[in-house]
């Protein structure tokens, strides 16, 4: 009983904290269990990223570490804190800072803006609206040249640069093969094959597979 009144306390406290306003450094400063962004001084939920996206987010990662790390960049991953404006704070897939730009603080919320951020658009409708056009408008504003939006569902690859003007446009997009001359990151190729041919290693589409009884001997 003791436990169950734990536990239904915890999700009442957690419920308050969601309601509640926050402001960055409120949300900075929340437990690393705690998950969710900040949008308009409330916390919102976030995804459940599913083993597809987990695959897509580890090759990037990887991928930019061996292009960037050894160059003088920096690759953080998808718990870094990002204020993108006044009371809105976002979390990416991935996101990357190239050899020379300012780089972020070892703690607390993120004001310097990666000169990449990379987001893995889940299935959900709300969840692609949210990264092909919230993010779009809140990334652009808040200074990150180059946006990358990964579409495992039509297994695509967009690769965005800020404009003059504000506004990202479209400066690769791609399927399949080896996309050179990434922007910004000259000399780097992205494999396509390679990422969908990770995404392929997985079992099936849903479920767990049933198991298998040993006989003894």
């Given amino acids: 009983m003791v436990q169950v009144a734990v536990e239904i306390g915890h999700s009442a406290a957690s419920q308050a904290e969601a309601r509640r306003r926050l402001t960055l450094a409120d949300w900075a400063s929340l437990p690393e269990d705690e998950p969710g962004e900040l949008v308009d001084g409330l916390l919102a939920e976030e ?3 599913d083993a597809v996206h987990e695959v897509i987010v580890t090759w990037v990662i990887g991928v930019l570490r061996l292009w960037l790390i050894p160059r003088g960049g920096l690759v953080l991953g998808s718990d870094a804190k990002f204020a993108v404006a006044s009371s ?3 979390k990416p897939d991935a996101s990357a800072y190239l050899p020379g730009s300012r780089k972020p603080p070892r703690r607390g919320v993120i004001h310097a803006p990666p000169d990449i951020v990379v987001e893995v658009i889940s299935p959900s409708p709300r969840d692609a609206r949210r990264d092909r056009v919230e993010k779009l408008h809140e990334y652009a504003r808040f200074g990150v040249r180059w946006y990358w939006l990964i579409d495992p569902q039509a297994a695509t690859l967009d690769l ?4 003059a003007d504000g506004r990202y446009v479209h400066a ?3 399927a ?3 996309v050179s001359g990434v922007p910004g ?3 780097l190729t992205l494999d396509l094959d390679d990422l969908w041919g990770e995404v392929e290693r997985l ?3 849903s479920g767990e597979a049933p198991l ?3 006989r003894s001997e």
Avoid: D, I, N, S
């Fill in 203 to 205: 079992g099936p589409e």
């Fill in 185 to 187: 990151l000259e000399g």
């Fill in 172 to 174: 690769r997009a791609a």
């Fill in 88 to 90: 809105t704070g976002r």
């Fill in 176 to 178: 399949v093969g080896a």
């Fill in 160 to 163: 965005l640069e800020l404009g």
């Fill in 212 to 214: 298998v009884e040993q």
């Fill in 47 to 49: 995804e459940v990223p």
